[in-house]
């Protein structure tokens, strides 16, 4: 009896000596919610756990109960939807700050109300100066192409410079042009238009690099009113649930104003920086990426990717289309570089371990791009990473398949890809009913098997992805519940365009081992909407408000709201 008592013993030594210890207790517990986990194998939990800043638990509820400890901040979802932190793979912080701080014009419905606006703004800025503002609604006016005497009855005696919501169009005034020096005997810059009336005259509309003969003119913004207007546009981001992003074109001194706001220990982003570079000489190009990169090689945001725009918009008849636009058949837009010159830049720039990062809107563009990506392979003997094509308003269905085979990206803006007043009245008479319907080719592209991530451009458009993604489920305005549809069969499944902005788009940045799904181990970066996102129910996906956002497992945004969503 006593040997069986001593066993007995023995095995219960045994089984404590060898039972794991209970694992700590979470800081914060979500459950009861519908939990996006970007993993195709279980993509929908119920509740997420994590301490300190990683992610230990994901499951049922029942999977997290033994998590929850004394301290744990338990948050009861009713419902509500949670997602890996989103991803904004293509917006511009520095310009959507900026235009805040100057004249802002993109809630602007109409002419009489951008005028109104710029009077509005004069007035409050006395003075003799400029008067600078950005975001006006190209749609609004004929051939998206305003006339200096609607500016000129406004603003009569200041120069006034206003950008399009495109980015690649201006308008001024009178005095504008003067100041400038633009008058009926400036030639056109490369790669760049000068509107002018039927006698010549500048018209007060600028285009492409035509622009820069005014911005050279404009007062340039401190160093301090920069970071002021980067930690306005990161407090945006991240109430829009954004964790992470890739600025889409740097400079000197967007990459200084970044690294200021992360020295005062302001910037709860993660992402990359794509540093604006020319493609006509390829070795200036890598000289001056390479230059920057090293400055701020400690800069969170990391330098690590290029920028070429490649051509510009069709509604300034400056993107590159393979085929004639149809109200001027010997014009087919302008590459802002040759083959042979755009071959070299993006060799050398992938050969130095750079991202490129490439401005297409035209099917010309998107495959003189992908043919420098083929070039680029067969000089350096392998691709490079981290390929992205942004835009692709038009890609031909014959370069569909490339887009797989050379590991590039897709970068939708997906915000653009219904049948808004750009592309009924300004996009359609350009190009023709075929090639509207095959506009942004979402689906084409995914089912040719291309990786496709999601970003805003902001601030040509809004910050909001949740209207983006809307938009790639159902390829309608996200205002309507209902409505005609660009291009059938290019939607996008809801899980695809989840991914778009979360685990692809982490892929691109080449931070996916610790970002963009929720597993164990992954960094606690999450969004909270306060409402469950569904397929059946995709009209309502834009109608969702982000509830909180949590950056390291640290909420770096709250919304006040009811307790309980509606359903």
Known sequence: MRTLVASCALIAMLACATAPAPAPPADVVLRAGRVFTGDAARPWVSAVAWRGDRVVALGSDADVQPLVGAATEVIEL??????????????HPLGAGREQQGCPLSEAKSVDDI?????????????????????????????????????????????????????????????????????????????????????????????????????????????????????????????????????????????????????????????????GVEPTDATAALEHARALRSRFADLPLAPSCAKIFLDGVLEGETAALLEPYLDRPDHRGTLNATQAQLDKTVALLEADGFAVHVHVIGDGAARAALDAFAAATATNGKAGRHRTLAHLQLVHPDDAPRFAALDVTANAQSLWAYPDSYIREVNLPQVGQERVDRMY???????????????????????????????????????????????????????????????????????ADEVGALRPGARADLVVLDAALSAERAADISDAKVWRTYVDGRAVYRADGPAVPQP
Not at 78 to 91: E, I, M, N, S
Not at 192 to 207: H, K, M, W
Not at 488 to 506: H, M, P, Q, S
Request: charged share 20%; glycine share 12%.
């Open 78 to 91: 009713h419902g509500r939807t949670v997602l890996p932190g989103l991803h904004d793979a293509h917006v």
């Open 441 to 511: 080719p979402w689906g084409t592209l995914v089912r040719a098997g291309a990786s496709v991530v999601g970003g805003s451009d902001w601030p040509v458009t809004t910050v909001n992805p949740l209207e983006a993604i809307e938009v790639m489920v159902r390829r309608q305005d996200p205002a309507l519940v209902a409505g005609p549809v660009l291009g059938k069969g290019e939607e996008l499944a809801l899980e695809v365009a989840l991914g778009a902005y979360t685990a692809a788009a982490a892929r691109l940045f080449g931070h």
């Open 115 to 275: 005028l109104a606006r710029v009077r509005a703004c004069a007035a409050a800025r006395p003075g003799d100066g400029w008067i600078v503002g950005r975001g006006w609604d190209l749609s609004l006016f004929p051939q998206a192409n305003p006339h200096k005497r609607l500016l000129d009855a406004a603003v009569p005696a200041r120069p006034v410079y206003l950008e399009g919501a495109d980015g690649h169009s201006g308008w001024l005034n009178g005095a504008g042009l003067a100041k400038a020096g633009i008058g009926k005997d400036t030639p056109n810059p490369a790669n760049g238009v000068i509107e002018r009336d039927a006698d010549g005259t500048p018209s007060g509309t600028v285009r492409e690099a035509a622009a820069a003969l005014v911005e050279d003119q404009l007062p340039e913004p401190t160093l301090d009113d920069d970071v002021r207007a980067l930690g306005w546009a990161v407090a945006r981001l991240h109430a829009a649930g954004i964790t992470s992003i890739m600025d889409a074109s740097v400079d000197e001194r967007r990459l200084a104003a970044w690294q200021a706001l992360a020295s005062k220990g302001e910037l709860a982003l993660r992402g990359v920086a794509c540093i």
